[in-house]
């Protein structure tokens, strides 16, 4: 994964470069595959390895949702939180920003773990591998506030 | 076998140091040189039953995790900040704002 604020502004940029409606749902789902699966993951493993040992599929079920097939189930369940009368749009920019963050994410090398993009249906890994997992950093801050620039430029945020 | 992004969490000697992630402590035969533990190193090797031992054929440092981390955790902060800017409740729906 590329990190958080990486992925938001690269959100940002592209929604608002787009002038699209919706862009905090668009972030949202941009930031969704993480906040669901690597946040928790993460958690749970500095849990296991520094304090006490946790059931692996504390720290690796969240994995699906990271996946094109958790991620769809995610946007459909989560769009129903919103009123009727925007929940399409709410999936779609939601489907769009997880979209945006998968694409970034397989821009990146892990030397051969790739990500599970058929799972549950199949176990086929496959990344792009052009950057490190690491190449993102450099570009966050300044991305973060380009895309500060650009969406304060912007008259209507919805 | 491949260890993507597994924490060092014990040097025992020059020649072999233990990652830590799904499993804990697995012990891996390699130069130690240049690690310390919490670093994050992505290692290729091979499996030595005799010692249950991990022979690294190569190592991936990986220097910028943590400051990765720390980047993503900002930008964790950051959307929480700003949620309420931009989403509510309204009779047990999230209505958007802004």
Known sequence: MADLLTHG?????????????????????????????????????????????VPSF????????????????LAFLTSFLFREAVRTSVFWNLIGGMALHLGLDLLQSHHGAGYLLGFPFSDFAWELGVMGSEATVGWAIPLSLLAWFVYRKRASPL | ???????????RDASVYE???????????????????????TVKGTFRSSDQAVVETERIDHPMRR??????????????????????????RVVLRG
């Open chain 1, 9 to 53: 502004a690269a959100a940002v940029l592209l929604k608002s470069g787009l002038r699209g409606r919706f862009i905090p749902v668009f972030v949202l789902g941009t930031v969704m595959p993480d906040l669901c699966s690597r946040v928790p993951a993460i958690g749970l493993g500095y849990v296991h390895v520094h304090m006490t040992p």
């Open chain 2, 19 to 41: 990652i830590s992630k799904t499993m804990r402590g697995v012990a891996v035969e390699g130069s130690s040189a240049g690690l310390t533990v919490g670093d994050t190193v």
């Open chain 1, 58 to 73: 504390l720290t690796h079920g969240w994995q699906p949702m990271h996946h094109p097939v958790g991620l769809v189930l």
């Open chain 2, 1 to 11: 076998m491949l260890f993507p992004l597994w924490e060092v969490t014990h040097i």
């Open chain 2, 67 to 92: 400051v990765k981390g720390l980047l993503s955790i900002i930008g964790l902060l950051l959307g929480a900040g700003l949620w309420p800017r931009f989403f509510g409740w309204e009779a047990g």
